[in-house]
């Protein structure tokens, strides 16, 4: 994941991470806590928002857009005479415009020790009381190696995997109605898809697997109710499958 945004404190990061889900793109707040350390220093972007590689480009654009208003709006503003009583008034909305947002778009998190060792193993991040995203350290050195993201319905709708716990989400997992849909993995972690599976009603039903180089071998799996049923190769690249096995209920090929 890439940072797309830093800042000094917690509530500027999660309106912007509001600001970027509205528009679909999901991702996580990064140093949430960290300013609460840094006491009499000045402050500093210690908080920062981080989205996927992929939703980068998309994620800045919006965040420009925003920003470019901001901008129009302090200008306007500052060549408007000031209007007295109406100004006022214009000030008192506006005030209790943002707090209403503020106060009704609370983020809370809540730790917990699923193991007993007295260290959080996993942090529930809710939305207006409503479960958002969860973070999970499966192998308790103090990172996050799985990222579940919920829609406004409570429903499981994206994940992000760190298998080898090397601090890079090289899978993730799309999914529809609670129930995972796809799953897409870079193994070898050279910036391409080599792992490809689809499933049916959460039941995994087609894996496809890319050679190294991207441009050859690729291996296309089929299942059904968990068992392998069916291979097909392309052994030499040229995008038609020349090899396809059968196999029975024990997976022996036929």
Known sequence: M???????????????????????????????????GVGELQAINLVRVMVDDA???RARQVICDWEAVQVEREEYASRRPAGGLAGFMAGVILGGGLGYWAFNTPVTGHD????????????????????????????SDGRVDIVFYFDRG???KEATFDDNFDGIYETSYEYQYGLVRSQESDLNQDGHTDYRASFRYGNLDEVVIIAEDQGSRTRRQRFHMGKLISAEYDADGNGSFETEYGYDCAEETK
């Open 112 to 139: 917990v020790d699923l193991n007993g060792d007295g260290v959080p193993d996993e942090k529930r991040i809710y939305r207006d009381n409503r479960l958002s995203r969860t973070e999970v350290d499966r192998d």
């Open 55 to 57: 939703e980068y480009e």
């Open 154 to 156: 409570g429903a499981l």
């Open 2 to 36: 890439k940072c797309i945004y830093e800042t000094s404190t917690s509530l500027d990061a999660y309106m912007i991470l509001n600001l970027l889900e509205q528009e679909g793109i999901y991702g996580r707040v990064d140093g949430e806590y960290l300013p609460g």
